[in-house]
């Protein structure tokens, strides 16, 4: 089993940065591919980005963050990181951590098995 905590989430203004962290517990934390996932007021939760499970794995981006996020993990600390650049007012969520054992249909929130509570995101315009 895995448990997720997510940190790092604030207020910022547009063209802004925030570095979003996740703490993982469990020795099996490598076997898990890794994805950031957003939920805004009345919307549903959406894809941001995912990491397959080594550190330096492959990363995959929803296209309106391409260019401007970046996933990384460190195996040796637990660690999972969304590094989010350029931030525009639409970026504003909250965002979730979450690890996937299957390893495919990383992009479907449906796949993860275990998720963070959330770390609330505003970017004021």
């Known amino acids: 089993q895995v448990q997720l905590v997510e940190s790092g989430g604030g207020l910022v203004q547009a063209g802004g940065s925030l570095r979003l962290s996740c703490a993982a517990s469990?020795?099996?934390?490598?076997?898990?591919?890794m994805g950031w996932f957003r939920q805004a007021p009345g919307k549903e939760r959406e894809y941001v980005a995912y990491?397959?499970?080594?550190?330096?794995?492959?990363?995959y981006y929803a296209d309106s963050v391409k260019g401007r996020f970046t996933i990384s993990r460190d195996n040796a600390k637990n660690m999972v990181y969304l590094q989010m650049n350029s931030l525009k007012p639409e970026d504003t969520a909250v965002y979730y951590c979450?690890?996937?054992?299957?390893?495919?249909?990383?992009?479907?929130?449906?796949?993860?098995?275990?998720w963070g509570q959330g770390t609330q995101v505003t970017v004021s315009s």
């Open positions: 979450a690890a996937n054992s299957k390893l495919w249909g990383l992009a479907q929130a449906r796949e993860y098995d275990y």
């Open positions: 990491i397959t499970t080594w550190s330096g794995g492959r990363t």
């Open positions: 469990g020795r099996t934390f490598s076997s898990y591919a």
